[in-house]
């Protein structure tokens, strides 16, 4: 059974940063490409951020770049999210998942395309 657990979500001031963790178990961790979302009150969960199953090669979506940034360490079976001048905007429940697919050759964007899912975690910007 695949598990993945988030934490690191909190309240912070518009401006300021956050680290976000996804620690996974129960499958090759280093076999699958992991992606962040986001779901903001009344909306449907968005795409933040795919790193492959190496970690060479990353996909942000515009409203993140240059702002976040993903990582992973598939010795500790975690990937991180930095979140750096942090906009009220980014307020939202962040969700780590990790793809369907072991080695994916391409990037993807679509919840549909990942299995699993962890419970989420608030992030809060106030401004």
């Known amino acids: 059974q695949v598990q993945l657990v988030e934490s690191g979500g909190g309240l912070v001031q518009a401006g300021g940063s956050l680290r976000l963790s996804c620690a996974a178990s129960?499958?090759?961790?280093?076999?699958?490409?992991m992606g962040w979302f986001r779901q903001a009150p009344g909306k449907e969960r968005e795409f933040v951020v795919y790193?492959?199953?190496?970690?060479?090669?990353?996909y942000y979506a515009d409203s993140v770049k240059g702002r976040f940034t993903i990582s992973r360490d598939n010795a500790k079976n975690t990937v991180y999210l930095q979140m750096n001048s942090l906009k009220p905007e980014d307020t939202a429940v962040y969700y780590c998942?990790?793809?369907?697919?072991?080695?994916?050759?391409?990037?993807?964007?679509?919840?549909?395309?990942?299995?699993?899912w962890g419970q989420g975690t608030q992030v809060t910007v106030s401004s």
């Open positions: 998942a990790a793809d369907r697919f072991a080695y994916r050759g391409s990037w993807t964007a679509a919840p549909k395309e990942y299995a699993y």
């Open positions: 790193i492959n199953w190496s970690g060479r090669s990353t």
């Open positions: 129960g499958r090759p961790f280093s076999s699958y490409a």
